[in-house]
């Protein structure tokens, strides 16, 4: 039987730059989640008879919001549910399926690098039939939709087993349960030379990869132990947990830093990486060297082509704003496109559908191609597996000659977390009010040639979505960035990013934060971030 249920709006539910994420407890009063889910439904049309893929990063409240949504995909008449056995699905592999099985679209449940637990953090996104992130337009509906809903839909049924793969049904819905990896381990194979990779390991390459207990582990466990030989106990930390066993899945150098540490000495692996909570984010660390996600796009980008799947050549490269210039280097050398977008992986959508990009990347930590619509952690360890299997030099030696040809860009980004709310939007507040006047002024002893708030202006469909990080933009090429973050879950996140191009071999060496010193020093003379934070120094830095 279908249920409509009476219910009251929440009026918090705006989704942020991946998804609605808020605490457990957020998500558990009552039809919170329902709330959310009947909004998407609305903020939707033509799906009728259609399928729906589902599944999340296996994070606490995964099963129980997968169990409503698919009750309520019945209810609201979806012909199918595609769900990962377990609730299990990587956000790229959640893309992949959208696409493989031309699904209407997709939920997502997960809040990606935060941790997990009763009282942490849990997210619901929705993606679109191309396998990528809702654009703004239905956000917009969504959270429009969530402040006016009265009821939602459900089936009274109860929702099928999902840890046995198979056929089952719900309301009249079929619901296939399926191995969340078997179609993206297959679509790795067609990208990656499996041979090379594989010989590579056989004649003793020795790898770290940690899935730091999420959703990576069962994909990692299969395809570099399982498909490509890799010794066992390449993939640590392999089983997903629900509170991601306390630790936070975020691959930086704060929450990786044993694997960091272990990259450093001198009996290290050949090769370190990590990934996030929901599958989409990764870490790089060489032998003797952290590759800054910025450089990882720019040295991915020019040795694309040593791959199968990228032989013919990269469309164009895009990045995210306050993402390094390195990769502007590399498109210029092709002589190909070269965009630059909002932070978060939506924007990147539009470009990849129309063929103008082929890789993408952010400062973040995430990297991506027109192979999904996400960003795909896996994909990216991958892909530096194959170039290193074909150059045959080690990953150190790599960037070290990418630095030498194109010159090094020095970066560095400053989050200030859990900062109150409003005295980050007074800094920004009072920093836009500036803005127009700082062009010609000097910072210590640095010349500012321009500032704005980024404003993007979509090539393909024309749209355009404003205050999207505010630049200061100084002569000679150097810049700093300000934005608050739209992920997270407790007050306000102030991120700052820092960028010096140096061309000249002889300065590559230096300590990045001491070479960017005088900028971030700038940065704090122009807005104010101690005045106003009451910070004197980072949360993160990395
Ligand atoms: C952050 C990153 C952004 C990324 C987003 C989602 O957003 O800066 O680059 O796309 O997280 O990534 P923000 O608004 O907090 O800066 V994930 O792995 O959390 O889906
Ligand atoms: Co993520």
Known sequence: MIRTIATKPYDDQKPGTSGLRKKVPVFQQEHYAENFIQSIFNSLEGFQGRALVIGGDGRFYNREVIDKAI?????????????????????PAASNIIRKYKAFGGIVLSASHNPGGPHEDFGIKYNIGNGGPAPEKITDAIFTNSKTIAEFRIAD???????????????GMKVSVIDPVADYAELMERLFDFDAIGAMFKGGFRMAFDAMHAVTGPYAKEILENRLGAPKGTARNFVPLEDFGGHHPDPNLVHAKHLYDEMMRPDAPDFGAASDGDGDRNLIIGKGIFVTPSDSLAVLAANAHLAPGYKAGLKGIARSMPTSGAADRVAEKLGIGMYETP????????????????ICGEESAGTGSDHVREKDGLWAVLLWLNILAVRKESAKAIVEKHWAQYGRNYYSRHDYEEVETERANGLVEELRAKLSTLAGTEARGMKIAAADDFAYHDPVDGSVSKNQGIRILFEGGSRVVLRLSGTGTSGATLRLYVERYE???A???????????DLIAAADDIAGIKRHTGRDKPTVIT
């Open 343 to 358: 932070t978060g992986w939506k924007f990147f959508g539009n470009l990849l559908d129309a063929g103008m990009a082929t």
């Open 157 to 171: 049924a109860a929702a099928p087993d999902i840890d046995t793969i198979g056929e089952g049904e719900v309301a």
């Open 507 to 517: 300065r590559h060496g230096l300590d990045t934060q001491a070479a960017l010193a």
């Open 71 to 91: 009750r309520m995909a019945a209810a609201n008449g979806f012909g199918k549910v595609i769900v990962g056995k377990g609730g299990i699905l990587s956000t």
């Open 503 to 505: 061309p000249d071999p």
